[in-house]
């Protein structure tokens, strides 16, 4: 029964602490509070939390105050049992709680029973810790008198974890465009023992990376020890969304409109876009042209709709008349991008390519190519070809409408009837 020294530290100075923020931004890996504090005289004082001192994000603290001369910094000692040197707290030892003197706690070396031993992963008791100051003291020399300043810094323990979205659309024999709800929720997750609570919340999407050791900040987030955190004051079905803002210095922003209690050790939803949009399903084909390539494969399930508003990444999932027909993940997505969604290779109809060289020599090259794509669903479907080709290879296409040549590439956007096939005759010519 032994357990690391800094995590039995933890579970005897662990407590619910309130933190009231004036305003709470949150982005993907971080959240910046926002605080208003008075401050008077000669200097201003800020102890934080030790949980809240092991996810503060270095070089993130700063007070709004322009009277502000100097910030100096009161390190914390580097564990509660340096605090202890030469006292006595109780040690697991031998299968039972033993009354021990902590010698060197660099060392974890303690006298027990005038004996000295090094436990270097032993639990311990402390007999009381109420007044000890286990974080680091920030102090604000100043030169002003009473006035109202806003504290700020970022801690990597509230986070915009994941986005979730759904699309819900129904399964028709028609190819047509059909309107398919979407629904996207925030994860949001606090893992500090602070509860905040903000009139104002708004969540930032984007590529922000925050400079700090990432490495030693998971430690520190190792050592900190969960339990059941208080149910939310609210259920979460019946939130209000979060309503998109616009854009801000590249990233994306949406608002909560009402004060958000964010509780200790939890995981919150914040639905954020309830929207319908026009979605076509399509099975997709993509290759590299190529005048010696035979083969026969499957044809890729996709559904299309353009973005009505930015998009966070997060993971999608697509269902058909309320039945789960596949996962994918989605990247960030700009407003007014066609969003393309593959959910992998659809079940039964395939492609068969086959190739031939009609002419070869020195200086130019004749082939011909055929795709045949017969439909054996009990509905039409709409197909999309693409292969990527140099655009010097000039190509001759026969047989199906909806073929073009674009700089690059060549493509067809079809629809096949029940038990239709269609074939696609190309003959490419390349010099040399």
Known sequence: ???????????????????????????????????????????????????????LIPGSLELSDPSVTSLSLQAAPPSLLTMYEGKEVKVWFHETFVVATVIKAELFLFKIDGEYIQLPNVEVLFPNIDGIRYAPTYTWQRTGGNTNATLQYATAAVAWNNTRYTLNS???????????????????????????????????????QPRYDQEALQQSQNRNIAFNAPVPTSPIANRPRVVSSGEVGGLQRFEYPQPLRLEAKSNLSLPFIRTSVETRRILEYNNNFDTRSNFKTALFRTYRFVAQQGLPAGIMTVRENNQLVGQTDLANTAKDTI???????DFDIKINRSAQILQRTSKIERAKIIFTIKNTKTRAVNIRMVETLDDDIKLEASGAAGFRRVPGAFTLESEIGVGKTLTLTLLSTEKF
């Open 1 to 55: 029964m032994q357990k690391n020294l800094l995590t039995a530290t933890l579970i005897l100075s662990s407590a619910l602490i309130s933190a009231r923020a004036s305003e709470l931004n949150i982005y993907p890996s971080f959240a910046e509070v926002r605080e208003t504090v008075q401050v008077s005289g000669s200097k201003y004082e800020w102890t934080p939390n030790a949980d809240l001192s092991q996810f």
């Open 170 to 208: 129904t399964d028709s024999s028609s190819t047509d465009s059909k309107t398919s709800s979407l629904v996207a929720w925030a994860e949001i997750s606090n893992q500090s023992s602070i509860v905040y609570e903000a009139p104002k919340t708004t969540l930032f999407a984007g590529d922000v």
């Open 339 to 345: 969003v393309k969604i593959n959910l992998g290779k």
